[in-house]
């Protein structure tokens, strides 16, 4: 059976990689998208991902508007990475469809308890801040009956990209971060965090982009080729990661990562380390009944291995193949 998928996105280059996947995988299922200021705006993030989402002839799946802001701080976009736009600045047509009149935890919470009575939960994929997704797990509790699981994409147990500790998207907004995970120990919601520690494995090359381009009809593999060429001129390489696609990857083909359990917090208040997510490897019941702190009772399956050439070839299959049935 197809899984059924919600992407929580801030489309950004890499999100619109993972949009492309799910919208196109035939083990996927995507039942909504909702979305979030992160990468850009979020009407840029809006625009993007219903454009995205017409190029992937998927004009059935909702889209929502959600928060525009982190909980507390001002925001703070990628746009140095992604574009002016947010997206690349491909020059792209802009989608003609309007966004659900819902919000964003609004959609949530109608698919996700939705599918609780169903008794078909679904599998809740944020790639972006997770402010959303903590104003729903807090607003709403009862939508955990309908999650499977939650896989993120953020996060880091070594080093991180927007500071030398904290990975971008929790650095955007920790709170969030920190009452996502909280609230998942609180209501029993299975948690993966697809962090930096995997996160550049899955490369396709400026030869396999161009190559992309060169299919006539399939604006998936245009699409998709023109993203990954314009990751590869703004860092200068001849190949670049998908990024945030990995992750929707891992759901469609989970023997492709390997995860560790382990204990996870959020930090929230250290000046060089704000947004870090403390990943707890210590085995020895000496340093751990010596710890003032305790250990975090939020325990997150950590992806730490990752087979970046089978997830890489899996998107780029699914990129050139045509439309799913």
């Known amino acids: 059976m197809r899984v059924p998928v919600i992407l929580d996105v801030d489309t950004g280059v890499d999100d619109a990689c993972a949009l492309l996947f799910a919208a196109r995988h035939p083990g996927l299922d995507l039942r909504a998208v909702t979305c ?4 850009a705006s979020l009407a840029d993030v809006t625009r993007n991902t219903m454009t995205v989402l017409d190029i992937a002839d998927r004009a059935d799946v909702p889209v929502a508007a959600g928060a525009a802001r982190p909980l507390l701080e ?6 140095h990475v992604h574009g002016a736009d947010g997206m690349g600045d491909l020059g792209l047509s802009p989608s003609r469809r309007r966004p659900e009149a819902r919000h964003a935890v609004e959609l ?20 972006a801040p997770m402010t959303n997704i903590a104003l729903l797990l807090r607003t709403y509790p009862a939508v955990a009956e309908g999650i499977e699981r939650i896989v993120f994409m953020g996060g880091a147990a070594a080093s991180g990209n927007a500071t030398a500790s904290a990975e971008f998207n929790v650095f955007h907004d920790p709170e969030a971060a920190a009452i996502v995970l909280d609230a998942c120990a609180d209501l029993g919601i299975d948690l993966v965090m697809y962090g930096l520690d995997v996160f ?22 245009d699409l998709a080729g023109r993203l990954i060429e314009f990751g590869c001129r703004r860092f ?12 929707v990857c891992a759901v469609a083909d989970p023997e492709g990562i390997g ?11 250290g000046r060089y380390t704000r947004g870090r997510t403390v990943v707890d490897h210590r085995d020895w019941s000496g340093d751990l009944a010596h710890d003032p702190h305790g250990q975090s009772d939020v325990v997150a399956e950590v992806a730490l291995a990752i ?19």
């Open 236 to 247: 200068e390489s001849d190949a670049t990661t998908i990024g945030d696609a990995g992750a």
């Open 74 to 79: 001002d925001p703070v976009d990628a746009r």
């Open 36 to 39: 979030v200021g992160g990468n």
């Open 108 to 127: 949530l919470r109608d698919e996700l308890l939705a599918a609780a009575a169903d008794g078909r939960p679904i599998t809740l994929i944020p790639l």
């Open 200 to 221: 550049y494995e899955p490369m396709i090359t400026l030869d396999e982009a161009r190559a992309l381009q060169s299919h006539p009809g399939n604006g998936v593999a």
């Open 259 to 269: 995860t560790v359990p382990l204990p996870i917090r959020v930090e929230l208040t």
């Open 307 to 325: 087979d970046g050439p089978r997830f890489a070839r899996l998107w780029m299959d699914t990129m050139n193949a045509g439309p799913t049935p």
